[in-house]
């Protein structure tokens, strides 16, 4: 689903498939065959990994939302999410709470897992906020980050978002992340 807004488009919650794919949440069939979705598994420290899980079980909630500039792409994320930053010549990425991030300069790490060469480092910053959203999000263990496109179809560019994370997961090694 997309919503116009001060002449941007704001996507919903999406993942990324082993397709290389952008697949909508918002709009899932009653049964869904053996799809598996894009993750960064940051739950061992010294060796993250992507891997693409099977989608077994989706949340339902409500949660108030932000409209994030991300580059030039508009998303919407929940407010209560983390989002995986970090800059191309220092150090570690970082998990940050979305409410930690505007007009502070961060970047988040772009990197789709199956066909990018190497990452990059957007923008991001808060354009609005909604108060209460239905959301749908995949079920994640700790240390699990989601692969969120910011862009359409095919090839997308990806983005890692999660909900909750313990202390020990939320640096990730630059080195090792891509």
């Known amino acids: 689903m997309t919503f116009a807004i001060k002449n941007c488009k704001i996507h919903t919650m999406k993942i ?3 397709d290389n794919a952008t697949y909508d ?6 049964e869904v065959d053996d799809m598996r979705f894009a993750i ?28 994030l500039r991300i580059g ?4 919407k994320m929940p407010m209560d999410w983390q989002v995986l930053i970090g800059e191309p010549d220092v ?11 505007n007009d502070r300069g961060f970047k988040v790490f772009q990197f789709n897992p199956l066909t990018s060469f190497r990452p990059s480092f957007l923008d991001i910053e808060i354009l609005d906020v909604y108060h209460e959203v239905s959301w749908y999000a995949p079920k994640l263990k700790n240390g699990q980050l989601l692969a969120v496109p910011i862009t359409e179809g095919e090839d997308p560019d990806c983005v890692y978002f ?7 997961c939320e640096i990730v090694d630059y080195n090792k992340a891509w």
Do not use: C, M, Q, W
């Open 91 to 101: 150090g570690d990425l970082e998990v940050l709470p979305l409410t930690s991030i």
């Open 72 to 75: 030039k792409e508009t998303i």
């Open 25 to 30: 949440l918002d709009h899932l069939p009653e």
């Open 162 to 168: 999660v909900k909750d994370i313990s202390r020990n």
């Open 16 to 18: 990324l498939t082993l």
């Open 40 to 67: 960064l598994d940051n739950s061992n420290p010294a060796d993250p990994d992507y891997h693409f899980i099977p989608l077994i079980f989706l949340e339902s909630f409500n949660a108030p939302a932000l409209v």
